[in-house]
């Protein structure tokens, strides 16, 4: 039985006051999105202002390319869907069965602060769905919270982009929140990869999350896994 997945991209395209371009991380959307759809699930886009939401431009060229991104670029029915995204604000988080928050540096912009990320996962969640996140993306977590007010990712295990691959790009510098701090401040229980933009998955419960681009899968892997666990509508 297929799930209805929910994917969420940033709206975010300019890279603080740089002058330099950013938006979702290609990979991080189309290696999930393939995973999940070569397995039949019913997959929706969506971003925070609606519309074309912007990829990455260095997510685009060698050797962050990926043969995930280059399939996605080809397919003509997936890039006319990320030009014409419908708002999430317009739309029903409690007709999903999951979210998957994808990542991007500019994720840190709109997904921590955002009302709809937060009206979003708090209703998925409170039915019963899987909430999921990748690197930057996890920021969309921040902003949720238990039905009693407690912050969603308190006592949770949980996983982002690390401090330390944060200062190797230099995007400690830009980014106006570092994941990895922030999960910490709300109490999550951190935990990262032991080398530095190496793969790793956190799952606790219905929440699932993924550190860095290669991650992606993983998270892809991980709803896989608990949908066949427990079908939607179950």
Known sequence: M??????????????????????TWLEELASA???????????????????AAPLDPASLEAPWLTDAGTRFLDDP???????????????????????????GAGAAWDF?????????IETIDRQGGLVSAVCHGVLALAGATTADGRPLVAG????????VEEELTTFDKVVPVLPETRLVELGGVYAKAAEPFGGHVEVDGNIVTGQ???????????????????????
């Open 77 to 103: 029915a997936a890039v006319a869907a990320l030009a014409a995204t419908p708002r999430l604000a317009e739309l029903d988080p409690s007709s999903f069965d999951a979210v998957y928050f994808v990542g």
């Open 156 to 163: 949770r295990r949980v996983t982002a982009i690390s401090n």
């Open 212 to 234: 860095n681009p290669a991650s992606a899968p993983l998270v892809a892997a991980a709803l896989l896994d608990a949908l066949a666990v427990e079908p939607a509508g179950a």
């Open 112 to 120: 921590p602060v955002d009302p709809a990320v937060k009206a979003t």
């Open 2 to 23: 297929s799930s209805k997945i929910l994917f969420v991209l940033t709206s975010q395209a300019d890279l603080g006051g740089t002058g330099q371009k950013t938006g």
């Open 33 to 51: 999105w393939y995973l999940l759809a070569d397995d039949g699930q019913r997959l929706t886009l969506a971003s925070i202002a609606g519309g």
